[in-house]
């Protein structure tokens, strides 16, 4: 017998019996919609952990002073220092100082303590973070000190309601800005914090006007690497320059230290891995669950079907004639219930993110369906039909056909 003719025999095998041969594929269908599920979900994960760490910059060095201790040289960072970043280091694409301060901003009756950032020119270059409307202090601003400000979107809802604050006066403390740009929405971060709730002023305004400082000192530099490739040639580079700047010797540890993202992402990239591929490890339980329903219909199937493979037998079918035809059987099921199982995880996934989509407005899961992990719980299915269905179809194939057409 062809393939395709043992196909249909196989069809209309299953059609006889079409509620119970629902019933057994259903563990198969439960198996692949779970499997299609978690590692979708694993993988939109990944996905939104990608997208936040993107949104904290691309290829993101931060230099800080290293702790005081009795061996270590104590030295501080300069706004200086950022700029001779940017010039001297090849590997450096973007840089700005950074100074923190805490205060009350102001605008008519409406009070807010949102996050006060004093920074340079390249920072929303380093950080993505394209403006709404309006535009960002220039260098004159930074050397001038000039009291003018950028605001997030949670700050505008706090302050300016429904209005436009673009050309507007607030206050910190005592000492009036002029907003001049209103960010784009960038929404929570990893650790849940609102990262629109921030106002960024220029570095030097900050130490100058709210700090009331002489000094040209800054909190921290924060740089972007022109490559990943490249981030570790940066560090070099940049703790050279320093350790040159600050005249500390080489037999001498380093005044500074400079961190980035890469062994942050690597271990969250394992973590999200294992724990995609648990998950899928767990689900895949129904599938072997699946498989035994297949084997226990089709015995029961070998088993009231006895007479008719006798009769087959009798009128010229050999042993693999029958083998083929119940393993077909098998695997017929089991890709049906894989075709069924992919759609309906498909649409599974899809409801549980849009579920917490709208449970959590502060945080956009994508939808990320895993097209690979759906094709190979189909493959997976098609050897569950195969192995589970083996058996009980070399049972048939063993069959005496003299016994088989005596069977009542």
Not at 95 to 122: E, N, S, W
Not at 157 to 165: A, D, E, H, I, R
Not at 264 to 293: E, N, Q, W, Y
């Amino acid at each position: 017998m062809n393939l395709l003719l043992v196909l249909r025999m196989a069809i209309r095998a299953i059609e006889k019996n079409k509620f119970r041969s629902s019933l057994t594929v259903l563990g198969v269908v439960i198996g692949v919609a779970a499997v299609t599920t978690m590692v979708s979900l694993g993988q939109s994960a990944a996905k939104l952990i990608q997208d936040q760490l993107y949104s904290l910059g691309t290829n993101v060095l931060l230099v800080v002073p290293e702790g005081r201790e009795a061996s270590r040289p104590r030295a501080m960072l300069t706004a200086a220092d950022s700029d001779a970043i940017r010039e001297s280091c090849p590997s450096i694409r973007a840089a700005t100082p950074l100074v923190g301060v805490t205060g009350q901003i102001t605008y008519g009756h409406f009070h807010h303590r949102p996050i006060l950032a004093g920074v340079g020119v390249d920072y929303l270059d380093i950080r993505n973070w394209p403006l709404a409307y309006g535009e960002f202090f220039a260098e004159r601003d930074i050397h001038s000190s000039g009291n003018v400000c950028v605001l997030g979107q949670t700050v505008i809802v706090k302050l300016f309601q429904t209005s436009n604050p673009f050309g507007k006066t607030v206050r910190i403390g005592k000492v009036p800005f002029r907003v001049i740009g209103v960010l784009q929405p960038k929404g929570a971060n990893l650790l849940g914090q609102d990262q629109d709730d921030i106002v960024l002023l220029p570095f030097s305004t900050v130490r100058k006007r709210l700090q009331g400082a002489s000094f040209s000192n800054v909190d921290s530099i924060l740089l972007s690497a022109r490559s990943s490739e490249e981030t570790e040639a940066a560090k070099e580079q940049i703790l050279r320059l320093l350790n040159h700047r600050h005249k500390i010797p080489p037999e001498l540890p380093t005044a500074f230290r400079v961190t980035d993202m890469k062994e942050f992402v690597a271990i969250l990239d394992i973590i999200m891995k294992t724990l995609t591929v648990t998950l899928a490890a767990i689900a895949a339980i129904s599938l072997l669950v699946g498989g035994i329903g297949i084997m226990n219909i089709m015995l029961v199937s070998v088993t009231e079907r006895t007479r008719e493979i006798g009769i087959r037998m009798a009128v010229g079918a050999h042993a693999k004639d029958i083998l083929r035809q119940f393993l077909v059987e098998a695997v017929v099921l089991s890709t049906m219930g894989g075709a069924v199982g992919v759609a309906l995880g498909i649409v599974a996934s899809i409801a549980t993110i849009t579920a917490v989509n709208t449970a959590t407005p502060d945080v956009n899961w994508p939808v990320v369906i895993s097209l690979p992990a759906a094709a190979i719980a189909i493959s997976f299915a098609v050897a569950v039909g195969i192995f589970f269905g083996y058996y009980p179809a070399r049972r048939a194939s063993k069959l005496d056909p003299i016994d088989a057409l005596r069977y009542e």
